[in-house]
């Protein structure tokens, strides 16, 4: 288990910290959302810009590293300047959450190295601005808690409402389904057939379908073909499938991406769909090697990965692995309702990219905060200088989305005035044309308390308590509730927005108190 790591700030020269942050970014009144602005945060040597040359010079990649815990000197015996800045790549998975739930609802404990805490906030419908075209609108919301000087701060990225099936670029899917001897359990291969039967008939007729399957060697069962008048023989062969033996998964993946490059059509989005419990046990079961055989499909062709992950027993951390360095998420359904929504649902509404390599830079104001912590994205995060270098590999979003990044921020006793600007960099989908946009916080926004706060708000730092809860920290979040103060805020939250997912959630934490963790 990762042990969370804070970065603390020195005070340094308000005027030009101050003077940074005011002539960028947009406002934020504290109750509704930011209004997102064009460019990113320009400032000073003293508070300097996303991306400006930095005093830091021990090589660290995360960014938001324990500098007075750990600082390395130069050359001359200096100590590197303290960094204020957090980059990350941009994540829009959700299979953490997924797993734990299926894993709770047994009566079994999670894993604590399953537990990535972005993926639990990244599970529920925010309440951000959309922007009209491609691209990010930017949120920067918080609200002060329980433990004197901390606050919880919330960025939230949003693309684009998903618009109509027919305003979608044609789609070329390639479908890769483990039929190994393990995919026999219910919940695993019948459910993946009755989905992805329900989601051919809603595929669009220019649209095209791949099949490919695997177990101790993978198979091509039908190429790139579009659908039009063949939709009987897509839903034949998926109703064919049957569980065999072992599970090459490195084979699967492989043949593909082949098969995806074979089909490739131009002016559609090509994008490779894994459906497994990811429990490889034959071939290839290194995901860095599996992806490294299919890098010019990744690099050259654009194609992405969809990972859907089944099963009671499933393989988090390669399937994981592989969306993350494969361009692409990862979701995990344990019922015929969650496979019927992301197959019949989601997964056609989403097809489309609206950016490619998409990070996030949050620069923090040293006058105003003295420490911070980015909550989960541990396996996501970037180095600082390699924000605006475009060949460094972010995250794929599509239309419909939200992200949203959770932070616990400890503020200068008294502190007024800015405290974080937040920038989203971008590579149009098509053009590869890079854009960014940007919003920031004053300290003066923070709501008093988090019960203050947005329902959305809430629903998140509820959200974030819970992860860390279940992977249980050395250093836990600000004024963290138990799991019983958590059960009943989940309830109130659930019952106040109506929403069903917040009252899973509100079921979860209740089977997490019943196990006593």
Not at 120 to 126: G, K
Not at 390 to 407: I, K, M, N, Q
Not at 419 to 432: C, F, I, N, Y
Request: charged residues 30%; contains cysteine; hydrophobic residues 35%.
């Amino acid at each position: 288990m990762k042990a969370h790591r804070t970065q603390r700030i020195p005070r340094l020269f308000a005027t030009a910290a101050a003077t940074a942050l005011l002539l960028t970014g947009c406002g934020a009144d504290g109750s509704d959302a930011d209004r997102a602005s064009d460019g990113a945060a320009r400032g000073s040597e003293a508070f300097p810009a996303p991306n400006a040359p930095r005093g830091d010079t021990d090589g660290n990649t995360d960014g938001n590293t324990d500098r007075d815990a750990d600082k390395e000197a130069d050359e001359d015996g200096r100590t590197a300047a303290p960094d204020h800045l957090s980059t990350f790549a941009l994540d829009v998975d959700t299979a953490s959450y997924g797993y734990t739930r299926r894993t709770l609802t047994e009566g079994r404990r999670p894993d604590p190295s399953t537990i990535r805490p972005e993926e639990f906030v990244n599970s529920f419908r925010q309440d951000y601005e959309r922007p009209d075209g491609n691209g990010f609108s930017v949120t920067v919301d918080g609200a002060r808690t329980g433990d004197d000087d901390w606050s919880l701060v919330r960025v939230g990225l949003a693309t684009r409402t998903a618009g109509q099936q027919g305003e979608r670029p044609p789609a070329a899917l390639t479908f890769v389904i483990d039929v190994s001897g393990s995919m026999a359990e219910p919940g695993r291969l019948d459910l993946a057939r009755s989905a992805l039967g329900t989601m051919t008939d809603r595929l669009r007729d220019d649209d095209s379908v791949a099949l490919v399957t695997f177990s101790g060697e993978a198979e091509t069962v039908f190429p790139m073909t579009r659908l039009g008048d063949h939709r009987d023989r897509v839903h034949q062969a998926i109703s064919g499938l049957e569980p065999t033996d072992s599970t090459n998964l490195g084979a699967g993946v492989e043949t593909g991406y082949a098969t995806a490059v074979e089909g490739l059509r131009e002016g559609a989005t090509n994008r490779v769909v894994l459906v497994s419990d990811a429990l490889a046990n034959t071939g290839d079961t290194d995901a860095d090697s599996i992806l490294e055989r299919i890098s010019t499909a990744r690099r050259e062709h654009g194609i992405t990965l969809f990972g859907v992950g089944v099963g009671s027993d499933y393989g988090d951390a390669l399937m994981e692995r592989l969306a993350d360095k494969g361009d692409g998420h990862t979701t995990y359904v344990s019922t015929e309702d969650e496979a019927r929504e992301v197959f019949s649902t989601d997964l056609p509404q989403n097809i489309d990219l609206t950016a490619r390599d998409a990070k996030a830079q949050v620069a923090f104001d040293p006058e105003t905060v003295a420490e911070f912590r980015l909550i989960g994205y541990d396996d996501r995060r970037v180095a600082d200088d390699d924000f605006r270098d475009d060949r460094v590999d972010g995250g794929e979003v599509g239309p419909g989305h939200t992200v949203t990044a959770l932070y616990a921020v400890r503020t200068e006793p008294g502190a007024d005035g800015p405290l974080a600007t937040a920038t989203v960099r971008w590579l149009d989908p098509d053009t590869r044309t890079p854009h960014e946009n940007s919003g920031r916080l004053e300290t003066g926004a923070l709501h008093d308390r988090l019960t203050a706060a947005s329902v959305r708000f809430q629903v998140t730092t509820t959200a974030a308590y819970f992860a860390d809860a279940l992977r249980r920290p050395e250093s836990p979040l600000p004024d963290a509730p138990s799991l019983g103060e958590l059960r009943e805020t989940a309830e109130r939250l659930a019952n106040k927005t109506e929403d069903k997912d917040v009252r899973g959630l509100a079921d979860a934490i209740d089977d997490a108190s019943r196990l006593d963790l």
